[in-house]
C-alpha cells in the first residue's frame, strides 16, 4: 500500500517544496505546470509529512489552504522495487559515500553511510544534508573532535557520518520518536550505535561540544544560536544548514550577535550551508 500526497504551489516555492518531499522520503516527483501555480505529486510507503510540510510551507511564505494538499491510498506491485532507482548512492565530501542498504559497497577510499529511504528527514540526497556532510568530513578530518551534538537528527545520517568519521562521543537530539527510531535502526545498521545518544531534549545531554549541527528550518537556527553558543567549547564549531539564500542574513545576524564569525559559507541550488566558529575567550 502507498500514500499519494499531492500538493499545489507558487510555482515560485515549486524547487523548495519538491526538494522537501524528496528529502522526506518520496521517491520521486511527479510535476504539472498550471500556470503560476504548481502541483506536485509525491507517493510515500507510510502517512505523508503533512504537517511537517505545512510548517515548512509556512517558513517560505507559502500559505496553504485546506484544500492544497490531497492524499489518497494506491496500490501498486512494481513500485517496492522501482522506487529504489531514486536513491543511487552518492559520494560526498572528501571520504564519505552515502548509500542505501540495496546499494551499500563504497568505493575505496570512502567510508559508507548507510541510510534507509523513508519518513525520517535526511536521506542525503538534498543539498542542505550533502552541505553538512561536506562541512563535517572537512571540520572531523582537520581538529580533534571528542564530543558532537547533532541537532534535529531526522534520519541519524549527520550523526552516524560523525561517529563513522571519528567521533567516539555524539549526541543526537529529536523531539519525534518516530525519527528517534529511525535514527536508532540506520546507527545500527552502520554499527555505530554504540557511540550515538539518542535523546528527545537537548537538556538531559550536559556539558560542552566541540562540534555542533543542525539542519533544520531558518527560524529554529536562529532561536538556537543562543543555546549553543552556551553549549560549544572555546574554538568550537557551528555548522547551520536547512535554509535558503534569502534567510541567510538573518540566521547570520542572529550568530554573529553571539560572538560567532563566519568561517565558510556552501550553496548549492539556493540552499546554503554555513560554518561558523566560537573564538577562544581573550
Known amino acids: 500500500m502507498w500514500f499519494e500526497l499531492t500538493v499545489e504551489v507558487p510555482a515560485a516555492s515549486s524547487d523548495a517544496v519538491a526538494n522537501f518531499l524528496i528529502e522526506a522520503g518520496a521517491p520521486g516527483l511527479q510535476l504539472d505546470d498550471r500556470g ?9 510507503t507510510e502517512a505523508p509529512p503533512v504537517e511537517f510540510l505545512r ?9 496553504l489552504n485546506r484544500d492544497a494538499i490531497g492524499i489518497r491510498q494506491i496500490r501498486s506491485e512494481d513500485w517496492a522495487e522501482n522506487w529504489k532507482l531514486h536513491f543511487p548512492p552518492q559520494p560526498v565530501g572528501a571520504r564519505l559515500y552515502v548509500c542505501p542498504p540495496w546499494d551499500a559497497t563504497a568505493p575505496p577510499g570512502r567510508i559508507a553511510v548507510v541510510i534507509e529511504p523513508g519518513m525520517a528527514f535526511g536521506t542525503g540526497q538534498h543539498p542542505t544534508t550533502a552541505g553538512c556532510l561536506t562541512l563535517l568530513d572537512r571540520v572531523i ?25 571519528g567521533v567516539q562521543d555524539v549526541w543526537a537530539i529529536d523531539r519525534d520518536p518516530q525519527a528517534l527510531a529511525i535514527a536508532d535502526a540506520n546507527a545500527t545498521r552502520n554499527g555505530v550505535r554504540e557511540h550515538i545518544h539518542l535523546l528527545p531534549h537537548i537538556d538531559t545531554s550536559g556539558g560542552s561540544f566541540d562540534l555542533i549541527v543542525a539542519n533544520l528550518f531558518a527560524n529554529l537556527l536562529a532561536e538556537l544560536a543562543d543555546i549553543f553558543a552556551r553549549r560549544l567549547s572555546p574554538s568550537g564549531r557551528v555548522i ?3 535554509m535558503l539564500a534569502t534567510d541567510e542574513q538573518g540566521v547570520c545576524g542572529a550568530y554573529e550577535a553571539r560572538g560567532f564569525e563566519l568561517s565558510c559559507r556552501l550553496e548549492d541550488g539556493g ?12
Open 271 to 282: 540552499w546554503v550551508t554555513l560554518e561558523f566558529v566560537q573564538p577562544p575567550p581573550s
Open 55 to 63: 510548517h515548512y510551507c509556512a517558513d517560505l511564505g507559502v500559505s
Open 36 to 44: 503560476g501555480t504548481v502541483c506536485l505529486v509525491a507517493h510515500y
Open 141 to 165: 578530518g582537520t581538529q580533534r573532535i571528542r564530543r558532537a551534538l547533532d541537532m534535529g537528527t531526522g534520519s541519524g545520517i549527520l550523526a552516524i557520518a560523525m561517529a563513522k568519521l
Open 240 to 242: 547551520c544548514s536547512g
